[in-house]
């Protein structure tokens, strides 16, 4: 196994609306991105720590934590840094002070907060806040087939997030929530389409693309 921006690209699904035989499920998204980095903390801290006691993920590895939106499905087991040693946490500028000066009260974590497109670590990125009302960052992880989008809901739109997420190079795959994206065209030429969480078209997009495309549950590892 290689690091994020190793030799291959290594994601595992932590906690998704589905799960394979011997994780839970539970409404909302993570997933681990190599061993280090954790985009959002699914809804609840009980169901995601018990994911990843299933992949025997090393909780001491994970220094960076990245938050796509402020809803509940998506930060509900941020507690989890109680468990984690030093840990960066990005989170989009508009997330509420509230949320921003408890999370940033624990001693172990440095908040990073984020409105235009940032890197994170060497070969890792975030979009930018984007969108107008729940503002919302993507994950852009860099493979040797190219980039991998990370989504948590795609309230901004698919599109906005693609399109700022080509940036960076080539988008090669993209893994996550795409709430009420409809423009089913528009990912025919992306080699990997895998539509988690809140993806209102999962089935459609799964008849299209049987061949690029993949099923999202909790138990998934992906390698690119």
């Avoid at 840990?87 to 409105?115: A, C, H, T, Y």
């Avoid at 890197?119 to 960052?137: A, R």
Wanted: net charge neutral; with cysteine; aromatic share 8%.
């Amino acid at each position: 196994m290689q690091d994020a921006w190793g030799e291959y690209t290594q994601i595992r699904i932590v906690y998704d609306n589905e799960a394979k035989a011997g994780f839970r499920r539970q409404w909302g998204f993570a997933c681990l991105v190599g061993n280090n980095i954790l985009f959002d903390t699914g809804g609840d801290l009980d169901t995601l720590l018990f994911n990843m006691m299933r992949f025997e993920v090393d909780l001491a590895l994970i220094n960076t934590i990245v938050l796509s939106h402020s809803h509940g499905d998506h930060v509900g087991g941020i507690g989890i840094v109680d468990n984690l040693g030093d840990v960066r946490v990005f989170v989009p500028r508009s997330f509420s002070g509230r949320f921003k000066k408890k999370l940033s009260s624990r001693p172990n974590v440095e908040l990073i907060e984020v409105s235009e497109p940032t890197t994170i670590s060497d070969g890792v990125f975030t979009t930018g806040e984007l969108g107008q009302f729940t503002k919302e960052q993507a994950l852009v992880v860099e493979s040797n087939k190219g980039l991998v989008v990370i989504t948590g809901c795609s309230h901004p739109g698919l599109e906005s997030i693609l399109r700022s997420a080509a940036q960076f190079g080539k988008v090669y795959g993209v893994i996550g929530g795409f709430h009420d994206f409809d423009r089913l065209l528009l990912l025919e030429n992306i080699s990997l389409v895998i539509p988690c969480h809140c993806t209102k078209r999962k089935r459609a997009i799964l008849t299209l693309y049987p061949k690029s495309s993949r099923v999202c549950a909790a138990g998934c590892r992906i390698e690119v």
